[in-house]
């Protein structure tokens, strides 16, 4: 029967600048930690699925950000902000639609936040617009005067009923409390650790951090006859922001794309007054071929869902995604015209009950779901390599333990597939496809046999693209 070896393949992505040393690829799939003795303890479970709730159009309709307030989720597609509502029909189940509000110019991503009655939506470099459903005109443009005293608005948060903003001149600003369409340009303030250039701002244990180009300072509301804002003396982390769309909260804290001085573009996260490199090398090495304008122009995004915890980057034609729970990182990919892209999805709110997100491609919005298996009919491609797991040696077969017995109406005998690569993960040949389990089969065993001897530093790859539920509990190798 021969010697039984266990194939690692939850050890999540990482390929490294070279190939030889790691090619591991794991695409749409995420490593699970078992939290009890059971079969295997590390495994991998299928990302979630993409169904269409409502479109607001074309491909013109693309979308450049989401935001949620008072539990009502809002999206700006193309050049137009919609509020997305939600129906309870009489047979209790629900449809949505939307309501365009007003017209936000231009393409890039938008930045947004809100003081529970107002919602601000900023164009970087560009125009600010206040809605408020409670206003006799709810959709209005800020045309104060002191909104762009300070130089041109960048970023915006909101923090003790302000909204504050980053300006291109060094300056963040702040508005009159509770009152967005207010702002006097004697109300800012600056970072004055480091002569750096302010990128965003980001709001965190209700302080406002202020993200530069190399350093991050920290502002509390003091209170005061004048500008209420001041900096905590002594904190400045020598870190900075160099993607300002990527700031995102995470595990009582927050993470960027970032660095120190002269260093290359990696994620970071503020953990007490230091940052900690959250990427791998293998991360580290994607972002570093990323140019410029893709690093400037990321963005992140975040979710839980069945007891983990997601933050995505999307850098480029790249999208990353970090667990906080098992500290272990995955690609996303989606196909498109039999390609593959990066991950369509371009924003991410939670509302209504559900996961919701914008998409790359048009004005579609739709929901993410575990019990999901395809993107809006299109399949998910999964692939996991394994690491060079064997020095040289006959394998009698590798058996994949799946979750079997999984088909059903879309897919009713599903398969997974295996090949091989000696050459370090570049090319990969000797493809052999093995059903896992029609309806209630849940005994079948998806065994490969016949792979003769193993040479030096072998990769297996496995790829799953049927519509059924995606799990595989363990790799075994038996070597004769």
């Not at 074309?58 to 935001?67: S, Y």
């Not at 990919?333 to 509302?351: C, G, P």
Request: contains cysteine; aromatic residues 12%.
């Amino acid at each position: 029967m021969g010697t039984p070896v266990n194939i690692p393949i939850a050890n999540g992505y990482y390929i490294s600048e070279s190939l030889p040393i790691s090619s591991q690829e794991c695409t749409n799939w995420y490593p699970n930690i078992v939290q009890t003795q059971g079969l295997n303890q590390e495994t991998l479970l299928g990302t979630p699925g993409l169904n269409q709730l409502t479109t607001t159009g074309a491909v013109q309709e693309i979308n450049r950000g989401a935001h949620v307030k008072n539990g009502i989720p809002y999206f700006v597609n193309g050049t137009t902000l919609y509020r997305l509502d939600r129906t309870i029909n009489p047979d209790l189940s629900e449809s949505f639609s939307t309501v365009a509000l007003g017209t936000i110019p231009g393409t890039g991503g938008v930045s947004m936040a809100d003081n529970g009655t107002q919602l601000m939506i900023l164009v970087p470099g560009g125009d600010g617009f206040i809605y408020n459903e409670d206003a006799g005109t709810p959709f209005q443009q800020i045309t104060a005067p002191g909104f762009t005293a300070n130089g041109n608005p960048q970023y915006v948060v909101f923090i003790d009923s302000y909204f504050a903003v980053t300006t291109d001149t060094k300056k963040f600003i702040i508005s009159s409390s509770n009152d967005g369409l207010s702002w006097n340009a004697l109300d800012f303030g600056t970072a004055e650790a480091d002569p750096d250039t302010i990128v965003a701002p980001f709001v965190f244990s209700n302080q406002l951090f202020i993200l530069g180009s190399e350093t991050i300072e920290v502002f509390q509301n003091l209170g005061g006859a004048f500008f209420p804002f001041q900096r905590v003396n002594g904190f400045v982390v020598p870190k900075g922001l160099f993607a300002p769309l990527s700031v995102i909260g995470a595990s009582n804290s927050f993470m960027f794309i970032g660095g120190g001085t002269d260093e290359s573009p990696a994620v970071w996260q503020l953990v007490g007054s230091n940052a900690v490199k959250v990427s791998n090398t293998a991360i580290d090495f994607a972002l570093s071929q990323a140019s410029d304008s893709d690093i400037d122009s990321a963005f992140s995004w975040s979710y839980s869902q069945k007891g983990a915890y997601f933050i995505a980057f999307t850098v480029g034609d790249r999208t990353f995604v970090f667990d906080t729970v098992t500290s272990r990182w995955h690609e996303r990919k989606s196909r498109l015209n039999n390609i593959d892209t990066r991950f369509r999805v371009n924003s991410l709110v939670s509302a209504y009950g559900r996961v919701l997100v914008g998409d790359l491609v048009d004005g579609r919005i739709g929901e993410m779901d575990s019990d999901i298996y395809m993107e809006y009919g299109e399949v998910i491609r999964r692939v996991v390599t394994s690491p060079n797991f064997f020095g040289g040696g006959r394998v009698a077969k590798v058996e994949v333990i799946c979750e079997s017995g999984v088909g059903n109406s879309d897919r009713a005998n599903p398969v997974i597939s295996m090949d091989v690569s000696d050459d370090g993960g570049r090319t990969f040949e000797y493809e052999k496809i093995r059903a896992i389990g029609k309806i209630g089969e849940y005994g079948r065993r998806a065994i490969f046999r016949k792979l003769g001897r193993f040479p030096m530093n072998r990769m297996v790859r496995f790829k799953f693209s049927d519509p059924v539920k995606p799990v595989i509990i363990k790799v075994e190798a038996s070597i004769a």
